[in-house]
């Protein structure tokens, strides 16, 4: 998987253009399913539940990721390094378990998470 890049929904919302940023040129995009659900969270609140705009949105988004990967075999170690305060940063979490995996690195917009495995990637 040479040239390729895990992403959590902020790394995916930035390749999908929702939000400011840069991904690393020429990488392809995984991600784990659960991701898809925070990307579509994000985009409700931001059009105001407004549903044409968030499924249109919700797919362009979507579509600039290259592979999806379930989340299920990462849920109790993501659990277990995030900690019970960082229920919102659980899908970073969990993509950087799947970075790790991986051996590769990791695109997020958090700052919660890091890594002495693999390389974090902020998108600013």
């Known amino acids: 998987m040479a040239g390729s890049v ?32 925070t990307v579509g969270r994000f985009l409700a609140l931001r059009f105001d539940g407004n549903p044409s705009r968030v499924r249109a949105e919700l797919g362009l988004t979507l579509s600039a990721v290259g592979e999806w990967f379930p989340v299920r075999t990462l849920v109790a170690d993501a659990l277990e390094r995030a900690g019970a305060g960082s229920v919102d940063a659980l899908d970073s979490w969990c993509a950087l378990a799947l970075a790790e995996q991986l051996d590769l690195p990791l695109l997020t917009a958090s700052d919660e998470v890091s890594s002495d495995r693999v390389d ?5």
């Open 6 to 37: 895990v992403c959590d929904a902020g790394g995916v919302l930035v390749a999908g253009g929702a939000l400011a940023g840069t991904v690393p040129p020429g990488a392809e995009l995984l991600a784990l399913d659960f991701t898809a659900l």
């Open 120 to 124: 974090v990637l902020r998108p600013w």
